[in-house]
């Protein structure tokens, strides 16, 4: 691999540049100076969806062209976009709202435009993610952003699987109607004692922090007619289990503790068999095993 450096310093260039412009998540009075600047400035505005970002510029009285780019025609636009950069267009592309390439398109642009040596510059701006984390009120470094978990079943518990192990704080996005789903299956990989932060409305009139523990999140979450796109910020793992729940569980026969689970907390059966063997540090198969009585 040979070291490559790349200037985003304009300088007098055949080819064009990409500029990565962040939009407000919400509020219109966080789009930056800079970024009307650019907005304006550029050649053409690659955008997630037109007609949004439209209203975006009306308001802003900017008048640039405006060209589809999102995630069902990424691979017929790139080719296109890479033919204007290199004839010396410059392009501005923007999602919906935020940073682009944040759960948004964006990345595969990026890309191809470093291979092929053009400039990439990106402004600093919006970003729901980040924005969430600092009002939490839980550990803001380290993070994992994990944006919105896959909603295939089997990718999706491997997913969980493994961030159940993360002891730095967690970023989600999820969609108001699939919010109950989600924590769901939270209480069932992380537990529900876990430190918890809903974030919905993030910047608007309604904005809202909904903080307490996965299992009473959960609770409201039943409860509750869920509106507007969230934020949900999550405690990492902690490095052991607290010594009272090490004292709480000495003693406890396995099965015992799934039936507790199942009985006073609600849990389906699996769910209670994974939360006993996270607890317990063994295999799901051990505690399966000894709950159904069957020998191994």
């Known amino acids: 691999m040979t070291l490559e450096k790349m200037s985003s310093y304009r300088q007098e260039e055949t080819q064009g540049s990409l ?8 509020n219109l009075g966080d789009m930056t100076y800079r970024a009307v600047d650019v907005l304006k400035e550029a050649d053409l505005i690659a955008a997630e969806d037109t007609r949004n970002t439209q209203k975006l510029l009306n308001h802003f009285e900017i008048k640039t062209p ?3 780019f999102h995630e069902h025609n990424t691979q ?3 080719p296109q976009l890479l033919k204007k950069l290199a004839e010396g267009i410059t392009i501005a592309q923007v999602s919906d709202a935020g940073t682009p390439s944040i759960s948004d398109p964006g990345h595969e642009l990026v890309v191809a435009c470093i291979n092929s040596g053009i400039s990439v510059i990106p402004l600093p701006g919006a970003n ?8 939490s009120g839980l550990v ?21 699987e493994s961030l159940a192990k993360k002891e730095e704080t967690l970023i989600f996005y999820e969609a108001p109607h699939r919010l109950k789903k989600t924590l769901a299956s939270f209480q069932a990989f992380f537990g529900g004692t876990r430190k918890i932060v809903l974030c919905r409305e993030l ?6 922090f909904i903080r307490g523990t996965v299992a009473e999140a959960l609770e409201w979450a039943k409860t509750e ?3 507007g796109e969230f934020c949900i910020i999550m405690e990492g793992s902690p490095d052991s289990p607290e010594e009272d729940e090490l004292e709480e ?3 406890v026969p396995l099965e015992e503790q799934v039936a507790n689970l199942i009985n006073k907390e609600d849990y389906r059966t699996n769910d209670a068999i994974k939360e006993v063997a996270k607890k317990n540090n063994l295999r799901k198969q051990v505690v399966y095993n000894t709950f159904h009585h069957i020998d191994a």
């Open 19 to 26: 500029y990565l412009v962040p939009t407000p998540i919400g």
């Open 66 to 68: 405006q060209i589809s």
């Open 76 to 78: 017929a636009r790139i």
């Open 128 to 135: 729901a993610g980040l924005s969430a984390l600092i009002a």
């Open 140 to 160: 803001p470094q380290p993070f994992t952003f994990i944006g919105f978990i896959s909603r295939r079943k089997k990718e999706k518990e491997e997913q969980l």
């Open 203 to 208: 910047t608007k009139r309604y904005e809202e």
């Open 225 to 227: 007619q869920v509106r």
């Open 249 to 251: 569980i000495s003693g």
